[in-house]
């Protein structure tokens, strides 16, 4: 079974660089923690075929951020995808979805993939749309939420993890899957398998090589939450006497 | 302004109503509708399933023709659905939103991002689908006159639902929970939890736990777990003890009122976003604390 795992080369955000704004062009990127998982489980399912990654450069500026998103994709590489796409285009660099999910799903129509695996969603937007999104655009049934997948007799099925309920979900293939990190426990690659990833290849795609044209009509701009924490900290004295400051302070802020 | 909520709830129909205009409601049973009537000026009933979200989005997309903006709940299924629903359409969709404004056929909205680091404001040119943050629009909206519609349409879905399983749901309520005592790494042992289940109580609080907890040693259920991937919470005090204060778990904590700490590693994360931190080993200071708190209550 081909399977085209979704990789976000995600925004760093334990290293926000933070001015007036967010220096999103200063931030480094990283693999979305999430897409470890979608990773493990595609290596798990792949068996004599080919696992690709696939991934959309969303944050800029272009030629810096290429290169980092490569070397993200080959940590993925590492843990045993076989090939990965990255689409880098100037029209991709924005907050537009629809943009995002039509190249993913030209690529994923590309490698001719039976299984889209994804995590459920990213660490640095988390709106967790694009799974549906890719599907709809592709046609295919989609499953969210995984938190368990089986694959037998060319139909999918999952344990769908909900706020108050699991359900059993079944759809035949070729379909779409998010999952969550409940799923597995990725793996860490091995020296050997890091120096094999440098052999793998990664092939670069632009809108104009998928041939599509996008038209985004949204724009962000991202300011830092400044929540201010009065930091008082309780260092000196007895347990007894500590727990006593405590109390004084809490009721004094009139929540107990 | 033209403005079509799904799955509806009074939050909802308020959030439409404050942006002016028609606004309709989409349901998916003749109990829904009955449920919604009077505050919309239109009831759309779609007999689908929609816990299959194919055919959801199918009646969505379906409803969605004429209407400026599509509103949701920020649950994971409406989630799902409007995200099958926005591509069929060829529109965006802003998730969590925390507020929104429409002027001259553009949607304003905030919304955190970054792991709730940062604010983004967001500009998206209607219609578009929102999915709004729970908590964030209060008020009634207003009673009007509701005209009831059946919505045409054959629905298909590939999905099968071959089984649903209730998670074990105690009598806890994080998300309304005014005190919440939350444990982490901490604890040595899952008896000792114990400790925080009667801190708690004398408090008339809630138990909270960090994702080690939950999701890896498996000492609480998943309803207590607090975080970006769990729970956001806002209660009036959050008191973490033996939590390091990783960036998912502040992620779900930032809207308390006080946040306070306890752990016996002054350099732990928690401390920079405390407003009250005790370095002090918890095995110490608990016990003591519940024996101060019950004689402070009691009196």
């Not at chain 1, 999918?156 to 999952?179: F, G, K, N």
């Not at chain 2, 799904?6 to 028609?22: D, H, Q, W």
């Not at chain 2, 792991?115 to 500009?123: E, F, I, R």
Request: charged share 25%; net charge positive.
């Amino acid at each position: 079974m081909k399977i085209a795992v979704l990789i976000k080369t995600a925004l760093d955000t334990g290293q926000l660089r933070v001015r007036d704004t967010v220096v999103v062009e200063e931030t480094p990127l990283k693999i979305s923690d999430i897409d470890r998982n979608a990773v493990e489980e595609a290596v798990k399912l792949k068996g004599k075929d080919k696992a690709y990654g696939v991934t959309v450069l969303k944050w800029g500026p272009l030629q810096k951020k290429v290169q980092e998103a490569e070397n993200v994709l080959r940590e993925a590489l590492a843990m045993g995808l076989d090939e990965a796409y990255l689409v880098a285009d100037e029209k991709l660099l924005n907050a537009s979805h629809i943009a995002t999910a039509k190249a993913i799903a030209a690529v994923v129509k590309k490698v001719g993939a039976d299984l889209v695996l994804a995590g459920e969603a990213t660490v640095d937007n988390y709106t967790g749309q694009i799974p549906a999104r890719v599907a709809a655009e592709l046609g295919w049934p989609v499953i969210t939420y995984a938190r368990e997948l089986k694959v037998e007799g060319g139909r999918v099925v999952a344990r769908r993890d909900l706020e108050d309920h699991v359900e059993v979900v079944e759809a035949p293939l070729p379909a779409v899957v998010s999952v969550t990190r409940e799923i597995n426990q990725p793996r860490i690659p091995t020296l050997l398998a890091i120096r094999a990833a440098m052999k793998k290849p990664i092939n670069r795609l632009t809108l104009a090589d998928l041939g599509i044209s996008v038209e985004p009509k949204i724009s962000a701009a991202y300011k830092p939450l400044v929540i201010q924490r009065k930091k008082i900290v309780i260092k000196d004295g007895t347990p007894e006497e500590k727990a006593e400051k405590l109390i004084q302070y809490l009721r004094q802020e009139g929540v107990i | 302004m033209k403005t079509l909520v799904v799955f509806p709830n009074k939050e909802l129909l308020y959030a439409a109503s404050t942006l002016g205009g028609e606004v309709a409601a989409l349901v998916f049973s003749q109990k829904e509708a009955e449920a919604v009537s009077g505050k919309a000026h239109k009831i759309l009933v779609a007999e689908v399933d929609p816990r299959l979200p194919d055919a959801a989005a199918e009646a969505v997309a379906k409803a969605a023709a004429g209407y400026d903006l599509v509103l949701m709940p920020s649950t994971k299924n409406a989630k799902t659905v409007g995200g099958l629903a926005a591509q069929k359409l060829g529109v965006e969709l802003l998730v969590d939103v925390l507020s929104m404004r429409a002027e001259g056929g553009v949607l304003t909205a905030e919304r955190y991002v970054f792991g709730n680091k940062a604010v983004a404001t967001v500009q998206v040119s209607l219609p578009a689908v929102v999915t709004v943050a729970p908590g964030r629009f209060q008020g009634e909206p207003p009673a009007v006159q509701s005209a009831v519609e059946k919505l045409a349409l054959a629905p298909t879905s590939r999905l099968k639902i071959v089984a649903v399983e209730e998670k074990s749901r105690g009598a806890v309520r994080l998300e309304e929970a005014e005190i919440i005592v939350s444990v982490g790494r901490g604890f040595k042992k899952k008896e000792d939890l114990q400790m925080a289940f009667e801190l708690a109580k004398v408090l008339g609080g809630q138990v909270g736990c960090s994702r080690p907890i939950a999701a890896d040693l498996k000492w609480l259920p998943e309803e207590h777990w607090v975080g970006l991937s769990g729970k956001k919470v806002k209660p009036k005090l959050y008191l973490a003890i033996g939590i390091s204060g990783q960036p998912q778990h502040i992620a779900g904590i930032l809207d308390s009122r006080i946040i306070a700490a306890i752990n016996n590693d002054p350099s732990a994360p928690i401390f920079q976003n405390a407003d009250y931190g005790v370095v002090e080993d918890l095995y110490k200071i608990v016990p003591i604390l519940i024996n101060k708190i019950s004689k402070l209550k009691g009196g």
